[in-house]
């Protein structure tokens, strides 16, 4: 399988090709000779801002062993062994700023409810499914101009327009709450960029440079209206979370060794061995 390469991201560009599925994946993959042109298969690969879109065969292997179909801006369509829960799990702990808890930590702090999107504030990846229930389709929001929910259940997005070419990315069976999570989500993404970018320009002096774009995540039409953000700091929240992340190991030595009094006596110990941020 080659990798050819594109002035119009690295996929196939015949109006035909412009939409994709799951159904169409398997009708196109090891029958259509166009196809095979931007094929790769690729073990180590890793998500990242060139993601557009990640479509899961965990249950049915596409071919008898490919896990995930994974469309990419540069390397094209990649064929995969790995499975989409894999890959944002790998993006998540060798990525992600604080790992997935510190998502649910901020989620929690701006009143949302659901888990459909790893976000760094320029980057959001969407799962069609909460990402909880395991092996799911995900979708680059920041690769993404437009949705919109059809008939039967499918949700279809539309990437951005490169070289006046589009390409619409379409699932099944998603939930009619699907336009709402996707508005939930980019507000996380959004109030994310907002929190990282003031503790970088207030705290650490940087000046920081708001980007302009056409995709969802620049579209302030969905950020809808929420409460203040300046009361939150990112110390803050990280030092919440470290001091769950403590309490949690003391319920668990307690239950362990079926001591219900060590939970208590941990809290007391690392409240007593946390260093003061002084210089003495």
């Known amino acids: 399988m080659l990798k ?28 259509d000779q166009e196809i095979d042109k931007y094929l790769i298969e690729d073990k180590l690969y890793c998500v990242n801002p060139a993601t557009i879109a990640l479509y899961q065969f965990q249950k049915q292997p596409l071919l008898g062993k490919y896990k995930s ?53 320029r980057l959001a990846y969407f799962s069609l499914r909460s990402y909880n229930t395991g092996n799911i389709d995900w979708i680059a929001l920041h690769n993404m101009a437009s949705f919109e929910s059809l008939r039967n259940n499918v949700t279809a997005f539309e990437s951005l327009t490169t070289n006046s070419f589009s390409y619409i990315f379409t699932y099944d069976n998603c939930s009619r709450h699907i336009p709402r999570k996707v508005s939930d989500s980019l507000f996380f993404n959004h109030a994310l960029y907002l929190l990282g ?23 302030s039409s969905y950020f809808h209206p929420h409460q203040s953000l300046e009361a939150l700091s990112l110390k803050t929240v990280m030092n919440e979370l470290l001091d769950k992340k403590h309490a949690r190991y003391g319920n668990y030595l307690a239950d362990y060794y079926e001591l219900p009094l060590i939970s208590d006596a941990h809290k007391s110990a690392y409240s007593n061995s946390k260093r003061p941020d002084t210089l003495f």
Request: charged share 20%.
């Open 69 to 121: 179909v994974i469309f990419d801006c540069n390397q094209g369509i990649v064929l995969s062994c790995r499975s989409t829960q894999a890959h944002l799990t790998s993006f998540a702990q060798n990525c992600l700023f604080a790992g997935l808890e510190f998502q649910r930590e901020f989620a929690r702090k701006i009143n949302l409810v659901g888990h459909n999107v790893i976000a760094t504030g």
């Open 4 to 31: 050819k390469e594109s002035d119009i991201w690295n996929l196939p560009s015949g109006h035909k090709y412009r939409f994709w599925s799951q159904k169409l994946l398997r009708q196109r993959i090891g029958i």
């Open 197 to 219: 970018t003031l503790h970088l320009k207030s705290n650490l002096g940087w000046r920081v440079k708001r980007s302009v774009g056409d995709s969802l995540i620049d579209q």
